[in-house]
């Protein structure tokens, strides 16, 4: 599997997104989000939704987040803020800051739009963007996917065996004791 490096830029890459009506930023906060989503369903794009920590980026995450493009026209991630991945993962996380997180995820080609939530769950960023699609990683079940009510399908990907975020942190800490 070979993943080609990518130029960091601040502008969106969607071609088929129209640049004089939805600003060429990759990061928001949950009013310019609101904007954003408006002005989209406007122009008859469809929306696509994932979220997660990310706090240290895989090929996993990689993968994950080039199909979930693939099912709309404009992907939105929604990243859990620090103190959200405190509260979800513990006082040891994350390993990478927020603005860290942000930065990586602009850079990606895949990701139109990065929206920070300090939430524990993603619910009322999505029921504010109201993308059309939803898509989460296959260590999810549907029934268990919040937002569902909210959207007009729910996808979940595969899971990508051998990457994970806590296997590598395992990994590097069992390197340590070498």
């Known amino acids: 599997m070979e993943f080609a490096a990518q130029s960091v830029s601040c502008q969106t890459t969607e071609k088929n997104v129209d640049s004089r009506k939805v600003p060429k930023t990759k990061s928001a906060n949950f009013t310019q989000a609101e904007e954003i989503c408006k002005k989209l369903k406007e122009m008859g794009k469809k929306i696509v939704f994932t979220n997660g920590c990310f706090d240290i ?3 996993g995450h990689v993968k994950l987040l080039a199909k979930a493009k693939g099912f709309g026209d404009y992907l939105i991630v929604g990243l859990n803020s620090d ?17 860290s997180r942000i930065k990586l995820l602009e850079a990606m080609e895949a990701v139109d739009l990065v929206v920070l939530f300090d939430q524990d769950t993603p619910e009322e960023l999505i029921k504010l963007t109201g993308p059309d699609v939803l898509v989460k990683g296959g260590d999810y079940r549907k ?14 990907v595969p899971h990508e065996k051998g990457f994970s975020t806590t296997g590598i ?10």
């Open 83 to 99: 103190e959200s991945v405190k509260r979800l993962k513990g006082n040891d996380r994350p390993i990478n800051d927020q603005e």
């Open 57 to 59: 980026l895989h090929a």
């Open 143 to 156: 029934e268990d996917v919040v937002g569902t009510g909210f959207v007009k399908s729910v996808i979940i």
């Open 169 to 178: 942190i395992n990994k590097i800490g069992c390197d340590e004791d070498k």
